[in-house]
């Protein structure tokens, strides 16, 4: 494993994230209001993973696509700033990079959303041939019927023709439909993420623990965000808890996905479960005390330096991170 080029190999979603932060109502017709701060990050649930990655020092590649435009170029650089190799990053003559506009309060989230190039993802562009030469692939984008059949071969392939291990996000089913045969997909999984509503759903069980203990007969590691009660994660026949690390909130965006990078980070470094989750709790708790997806995204020292503060119970403050 050690002669491998990338450590983690990831294809899914990338955009602009035009963040409106302090919005409780909208202007009227007809007229203009003014706000005080409007950034300008990259967004995407995939992009933000590996980011993250890119920050605690691993040396991931990204595949997906970007529009030949100033966002496009903006995106690149932020990449390539973070440690990320964009070989496999397409640049298209044809469609606009996917602009996200994401409106925020105390209370809440909105979005207002232009997919873009993220209008032809599909997992068939994967290319198995690179895929062989990472440590590992990080998979999102499952649409229930709409790719389950191309999941399931995808998934496949990779265990059959690569010695790359997987992990696998399954999301929110925005269709409601909660896909039964879901189960078929866990057998070609190393790592398997979902929140709590989503095992809940997903498992058609009253409680998360039910629902992984149920997915983890399956699947070696299977690992479940729960919000303001910390995560829990299945393996090697134990099931184990880890408490959330306690900061002020300022914007929730992207927490999972940041959880998702501090627990492979700590997969593929060789840590414990244990060790995985505080990872996952601390790189989740960390990037919501910054505007935008990943601005408070941690370096790996400073993970670790969070992570010795928060175990000793020096907690700086307030609020619970939501995930």
């Given at each position: 494993m050690d002669n491998k080029k990338w450590d983690v190999y990831v294809y899914g979603d990338v955009n602009i994230d035009l963040v409106i932060p302090g919005i409780t109502k909208f202007p009227e017709p007809g007229q203009e209001d003014e706000t005080k701060v409007m950034e300008t990050m990259v967004g995407g649930g995939a992009a933000l993973f590996t980011l993250g990655l890119g920050k605690l020092g691993l040396?991931?590649?990204?595949?997906?696509?970007?529009?030949?435009?100033?966002?496009?170029?903006?995106?690149?650089?932020?990449?390539?700033a973070r440690h990320v190799d964009?070989?496999?990053?397409?640049?298209?003559?044809?469609?606009?990079?996917?602009?996200?506009?994401?409106?925020?309060?105390?209370?809440?989230?909105?979005?207002?959303?232009?997919?873009?190039?993220?209008?032809n993802l599909d997992v068939s562009h994967v290319k198995l041939d690179a895929v062989a030469q990472a440590k590992h692939i990080h998979v999102t984008g499952y649409a229930g019927s709409k790719n389950h059949d191309a999941?399931?071969?995808?998934?496949?392939?990779?265990?059959?023709?690569?010695?790359?291990?997987?992990?696998?996000?399954?999301g929110w089913d925005s269709a409601g439909e909660w896909k039964k045969e879901i189960?078929?997909?866990?057998?070609?999984?190393?790592?398997?993420?979902?929140?709590?509503?989503?095992?809940?759903?997903?498992g058609r069980t009253d409680t998360a623990e039910e629902a992984g203990l149920s997915f983890a007969q399956h699947c070696p590691v299977v690992v479940i965000?729960?919000?303001?009660?910390?995560?829990?994660?299945?393996?090697?026949?134990?099931?184990?808890?880890k408490e959330p690390y306690r900061v002020t909130a300022v914007d929730t965006t992207g927490a999972g996905d940041s959880f998702n990078a501090g627990f492979i980070y700590g997969y593929l470094t060789?840590?414990?479960?244990?060790?995985?989750?505080?990872?996952?709790?601390?790189?989740?708790?960390?990037?919501?005390?910054?505007?935008?997806?990943?601005?408070?995204?941690?370096?790996?020292?400073?993970?670790?330096?969070?992570?010795r503060q928060q175990e000793s119970g020096e907690e700086n403050g307030a609020q619970v991170a939501e995930r």
């Open positions: 040396h991931p590649v990204f595949q997906g696509s970007v529009g030949d435009d100033l966002y496009g170029r903006f995106i690149l650089e932020e990449f390539t964009t070989q496999l990053l397409e640049v298209s003559k044809t469609l606009r990079t996917g602009i996200s506009l994401s409106f925020t309060n105390e209370k809440d989230r909105s979005f207002l959303t232009m997919r873009g190039t993220n209008e999941y399931l071969r995808f998934l496949k392939a990779v265990k059959e023709k690569t010695d790359t291990t997987v992990s696998f996000d399954l189960y078929e997909l866990f057998d070609w999984v190393d790592v398997l993420f979902m929140n709590e509503t989503e095992a809940i759903h997903y965000k729960l919000g303001a009660k910390g995560s829990v994660a299945f393996a090697e026949g134990s099931c184990y808890h060789g840590r414990s479960i244990p060790e995985c989750l505080a990872c996952g709790n601390g790189c989740g708790a960390l990037s919501v005390t910054a505007l935008g997806g990943n601005a408070g995204f941690p370096e790996e020292e400073g993970l670790w330096a969070f992570i």
